[in-house]
């Protein structure tokens, strides 16, 4: 079985601050993928990032970078100089490869940058 | 990115009505949809794997006599939600694969919020 974990359920911080989601993931594959979305007040899912298990290689983006460690199974999310427009719910989700390309998602954490 | 469309954004029926959830993919062929729904403050749970021209494999729990998945075209898969009741009140999510740019990605729809009175 597959599973996704996002113990934090909710974060505040203050604009300009950087904050780190947590994601952990548990699967038996040795192929799988990992995405992080994010779900605004309007409640769309917006695609970040998607990383296959063989690819350890952390990721930037603008204020965005990824931080994959398979030692941890863990794949966490910083945002830099945070701004209120990344208030949002933050889903990690986890995909194996021999699994109908399933996604199984995190609980989510919920974002609320505040001026 | 892709894009994923669905319709209508919102709905509001009386309890025992049926009503019907499309969700189509504007700029690529989506061989595989999937259906999910979200309660208010939790994570979305996946309801059912539609594939085009066979029929849509539901999750454990899910009624597929209840809620109707059709995928007729490789752009639009539809969900029917039968005899709605009050607790079929929920957030209701498509997505569709692409094995384009970014290989076993889902784009999302924007949702429909359905309330049943």
């Known amino acids: 079985a597959q599973k996704v974990t996002q113990a934090q359920t909710e974060i505040s911080v203050v604009e300009k601050e950087d904050v780190t989601l947590d994601c952990v993931y548990e699967?038996?594959?040795?192929?799988?993928?990992l995405f992080w979305y994010k779900q605004p007040p309007s409640g769309e899912l917006v695609f970040l990032i998607r990383?296959?298990?063989?690819?350890?290689q952390n990721e930037i983006s603008g204020r965005y970078s990824w931080n994959f460690q398979k030692s941890t199974s863990s794949f966490n999310f910083t945002i830099t100089a945070s701004q209120v427009v990344d208030s949002a719910v933050y889903f990690c989700?986890?995909?194996?490869?021999?699994?109908?390309?399933?996604?199984?998602f995190g609980t989510g954490t919920q974002l609320k940058v505040e001026l | 990115g892709a894009v994923v469309s669905q319709h209508p954004s919102w709905v509001i029926c009386k309890s025992g009505t049926s009503v019907k959830i499309e969700c189509r993919s504007l700029d690529f062929q989506a061989t595989t949809m999937f259906w999910y729904r979200q309660f208010p403050k939790q994570s979305l749970m996946l309801m059912a794997t539609?594939?085009?021209?066979?029929?849509?494999?539901?999750e454990q729990g899910v009624e597929k006599d209840k809620f109707l998945i059709n995928h007729a075209s490789l752009t639009l898969s539809t969900l029917t939600v039968t005899s709605a009741h009050p607790e079929d009140s929920s957030f209701y999510i498509c997505?569709?694969?692409?094995?384009?740019?970014?290989?076993?990605?889902?784009?999302f729809g924007p949702g429909t919020r359905l309330l049943v009175l």
């Open positions: 997505s569709a694969l692409t094995s384009g740019r970014v290989k076993e990605t889902q784009y």
């Open positions: 539609s594939n085009e021209g066979s029929k849509a494999t539901y």
């Open positions: 699967t038996r594959d040795t192929t799988y993928y």
């Open positions: 989700a986890l995909i194996m490869t021999g699994g109908g390309n399933k996604l199984t």
């Open positions: 990383r296959n298990s063989f690819d350890e």
